[in-house]
C-alpha cells in the first residue's frame, strides 16, 4: 500500500468481495479480517472512521495503521467532536491525487491535535501523542479526574467514604476502558501472591469476588478437584495472615460452594472458577458452528452492536439443517443461539467469533467445499481405530474434514492407504479430504494418560487399587516417600531431567495426599517402561500422544479460532511425524519436575522440537476429581 490510489482501491476490493488480492505488497483479507467494522466500508468516511476506531493493540502492518488515533485520547474529546475531524480527515483523502504517495510519518492522533486547536481557539489534547499507559497514564487521568472533581463533595476522593470511592471507580473505569475496583485489591493481590499453581488469575466482583484460573477446566472432576485445592490453600493462607481471618465454607455460590473470610474486619465472599467456555454450549455447539459459519455470509467479526441480529440470522439456516451435521447437532446450535439470541454481553461475542474465526480460515483456502462431520469421517475413524488400535483422535484429532472428492474406503486398506486420503498441505486439494482440528482460544493441549494403556493392560498398574484408595493419611505420606525414591532413581542416570522435590511438610488431608500419590504413581509406573538413559524419551511420548503425533497419524491442520473474529491460526501437524526433545547442537534444556507441597500432583516443564520448530510444554499429573490419577498437556506455546 504505497498511494492514496491504493487505498481508495481497498473499497473497491470489498464492493466486491475481492478480499484475496494484494493491495501493494499487503494481502488485503488479512487487514479486512484484522479492523472490526472495515468489511462493511463503503465510502471513505467509513475506511477512516474503522482504521480510528481500530483498538490500539490491533495491528495490520499496512499503513491503516496510521489512521488509528490513540484510545485514551478518543475517550476523553467529545463524539460530536471526533465526528467532525472525521469529515474533515476523510474529504481531505477523497481530495488526494490517486499517483500521491502516502505520508510514511502521517499521524492521527497530531492531526486531531490540530484540528482541535484550529476548530476551538487553540485549544486541544496534549500528551497522546505517544501514548504509553503504562508509563504516561498518570497525565490523562489526573487531567480527567481534575475536570470531574466538582462531583466530590469535597472536591476531591475521601476514601474512607464509601460513595466517592464509588465514584472514583466508576471514573477510573471510564479512563482505563475496563472494570476498575479499588476496595479489594489488596486481597486480590495477596491471594495472587501466594496461590500460583493453577494459571493466571482472573478476579472479578467487589464483595462476592470470582477468582477464575486459567489453567483450570470449566468443568468435570479435574475442575472439582483442582478448585477444591485452590479452596484448601486459602484456608490455609487464612491461617498464615494476620490481616486475614474466619476462614468459613458456604454451600451457596458455586457447585463447590464459597469460602468466606475476613479481610481487615470485612467479610468477603470468594467462588473458584475454572477458566470460562465463555458460553453453557458443549462440544456439539462449537464444532457445528463451524459448518454453520462456513455455508453463512458473514465475514466481520461479532460486535454487541450487530450480535442480535445476526444471531437471529443464523437460527434461520441452522432450523433448516447444517450441512455435513448431524440433525441432533443442529438443533443444539438452535437450541444455543435461541437461548443468547438477546444476551450481547461480551463473553458470549468473544465465543461466537472463535466459530467464526475458524470458518473464515476454512473459506479463504476451501471456499465453497463440504465440511463433514457424519457418514464418511464416522466410517474412516472406525476403520482407522481398527488398525492402529488407537482411540480415533489420537490416529486423527480432525473434528471435521473438508471433503473434496470420493473418500470410500473398503475392507482390505491398511493404515497407509487411510492416511494417504488427506492432503498434505493447507489448501492443497490433490487427496479427496483436509483433517482439520478446532480449538478454543487458549484451549488445553490434550489428554495424555490412555498412553500407558500401551505398556499394560492392567490398569491397576498405574492406577490406585482399591486398597490404596482406602489408605489413611499416613498410609499415602509412607507412598509418597517411597515412589519419590523410586522416581529418584529412575531419573539419577538422566542428565536431561531435573526432579525438584520442594522441602517441607506435606499437607495433612486426605483429598490431597491422595491426588499426590495418584500422579506419582502413574509418573513412576511410565519410567519404568524405559531405561535411565530413555526416561525424558517418556516425557516426550507423553506429548506426542496428546498432541496425535502417535507415528501413525495423517496430516492434520489445527485451526485455533480467535475471539477477536479475524481468521484463525492455522498450525500444521505432518504424517507420521513425531515429536522430540528440544535441543540446540545436542545441549538439552533440562526436562524439570516440580513436585511442591501444595500443589496435588507434579508439574513437568521442557521443551520440544515439532516441524523443526520449538515450543515450551507444560504437563500436569494429577488428581482427576475422584480417585485417579491423569495425566493432561496444559500448555503448548511455539517459542
Known amino acids: 500500500m504505497e498511494t492514496y490510489g491504493d487505498l481508495k482501491k481497498i473499497l473497491k476490493s470489498i464492493s466486491r468481495k475481492q478480499k484475496g488480492e494484494k493491495i501493494g505488497k499487503v494481502a488485503l483479507d488479512g487487514v479486512v479480517g484484522a479492523i472490526p467494522g472495515l468489511g462493511t466500508a463503503k465510502s471513505i468516511f467509513d475506511l477512516v472512521r474503522a482504521g480510528f476506531e481500530k483498538p490500539d493493540t490491533i495491528k495490520t502492518n499496512s499503513w491503516l495503521d496510521k489512521l488509528d488515533v490513540d484510545d485514551h485520547m478518543s475517550a476523553i474529546v467529545d463524539d460530536t467532536v471526533e465526528n467532525d475531524f472525521l469529515k474533515f480527515i476523510s474529504k481531505e483523502i477523497e481530495g488526494e491525487s490517486d499517483d500521491t504517495k502516502l505520508d510514511p510519518d502521517f499521524n492521527m492522533s497530531k492531526k486531531m491535535q490540530a484540528h482541535l486547536k484550529k476548530q476551538h481557539s487553540g485549544r486541544s489534547v496534549d500528551g497522546v501523542s505517544s501514548f504509553n499507559l503504562a508509563k504516561e497514564q498518570k497525565d490523562p487521568i489526573t487531567r480527567y479526574l481534575n475536570s470531574t472533581a466538582y462531583k466530590f463533595s469535597k472536591g476531591y476522593p475521601d476514601m474512607n467514604n464509601k460513595q466517592d470511592v464509588l465514584l472514583l471507580e466508576i471514573l477510573l473505569s471510564e479512563v482505563i476502558g475496563k472494570e476498575i475496583i479499588l476496595e479489594n485489591q489488596d486481597l486480590i493481590s495477596l491471594i495472587n501472591k501466594n496461590i500460583k499453581d493453577y494459571g493466571d488469575l482472573t478476579p472479578t466482583g467487589r464483595d462476592t469476588i470470582k477468582l477464575t484460573y486459567s489453567d483450570i477446566p470449566n468443568r468435570g472432576g479435574t475442575s472439582d478437584s483442582m478448585r477444591n485445592d485452590v479452596y484448601d490453600e486459602i484456608k490455609d493462607l487464612v491461617d498464615r495472615e494476620e490481616s486475614l481471618s474466619d476462614y468459613r465454607k458456604e454451600q451457596e455460590g458455586s457447585s463447590l460452594g464459597r469460602a468466606v473470610v475476613k479481610f481487615n474486619g470485612k467479610d468477603y465472599k470468594l467462588i473458584v472458577k475454572g477458566a470460562s467456555s465463555d458460553s453453557s454450549s458443549g462440544t456439539d455447539v ?354
Not at 367 to 374: A, E, V
Not at 558 to 579: A, W
Request: charged share 25%; aromatic share 8%; net charge negative.
Open 286 to 639: 462449537k464444532e457445528a458452528l463451524v459448518s454453520l459459519f462456513y455455508i453463512a455470509d458473514i465475514d466481520s467479526p461479532f460486535t454487541k452492536e450487530n450480535y442480535e441480529n445476526r444471531v437471529n440470522q443464523l437460527i434461520e439456516i441452522a432450523e433448516k439443517g447444517i450441512p455435513g451435521e448431524s440433525s441432533a447437532a443442529s438443533d443444539k446450535v438452535v437450541a444455543y443461539l435461541s437461548a443468547t439470541s438477546d444476551d450481547n454481553k461480551t463473553g458470549n461475542v468473544a465465543f461466537i467469533n472463535q466459530p467464526l474465526s475458524s470458518a473464515l480460515a476454512l473459506k479463504s483456502v476451501y471456499p465453497g467445499q463440504k465440511l463433514i462431520r457424519t457418514g464418511v469421517f464416522d466410517s474412516i475413524r472406525k476403520k482407522a481405530q481398527s488398525l492402529t488400535g488407537l482411540p480415533a483422535d489420537k490416529w486423527n484429532p480432525g473434528d471435521l474434514y473438508v471433503q473434496l472428492g470420493d473418500a470410500s474406503i473398503s475392507e482390505d486398506d491398511n493404515i497407509e492407504l487411510i492416511n494417504d486420503l488427506f492432503n498434505d498441505e493447507w489448501g492443497g486439494d490433490t487427496k479427496p479430504l483436509t483433517s482439520v482440528s478446532l480449538k478454543q482460544a487458549e484451549a488445553q493441549g490434550g489428554k495424555a494418560k490412555a498412553l500407558l494403556n500401551k505398556y499394560s493392560s492392567a490398569k491397576e498398574d498405574y492406577n490406585l487399587t482399591k486398597d490404596e484408595i482406602n489408605f489413611d493419611n499416613q498410609g499415602y505420606i509412607e507412598g509418597i516417600k517411597r515412589l519419590r525414591d523410586d522416581i529418584n532413581k529412575l531419573v539419577g542416570g538422566n542428565p536431561n531431567i531435573k526432579y525438584d522435590i520442594e522441602s517441607g511438610d506435606l499437607k495433612d488431608e486426605t483429598r490431597f495426599l491422595r491426588g499426590k500419590y495418584a500422579a506419582l504413581k502413574s509418573i513412576e509406573f511410565l519410567f519404568r517402561q524405559f531405561g535411565a538413559s530413555e526416561v525424558d524419551d517418556a516425557i516426550v511420548a507423553l506429548v506426542g500422544f496428546a498432541l496425535s503425533l502417535t507415528g501413525v497419524n495423517p496430516t492434520f491442520f489445527k485451526v485455533t479460532g480467535q475471539k477477536s473474529g479475524s481468521p484463525g491460526n492455522v498450525d500444521k501437524f505432518p504424517r507420521g511425524q513425531n515429536v522430540i526433545l528440544y535441543n540446540v547442537d545436542g545441549d538439552y534444556d533440562p526436562i524439570k519436575i516440580t513436585d511442591s507441597t501444595t500443589f496435588g500432583g507434579l508439574k513437568i516443564d521442557f521443551k520440544i522440537e515439532k516441524g523443526g520448530q520449538p515450543y515450551s510444554v507444560s504437563i500436569n499429573a494429577r488428581n482427576n476429581g475422584n480417585t485417579q490419577g491423569t495425566l493432561e498437556v496444559q500448555k503448548i506455546k511455539k517459542i
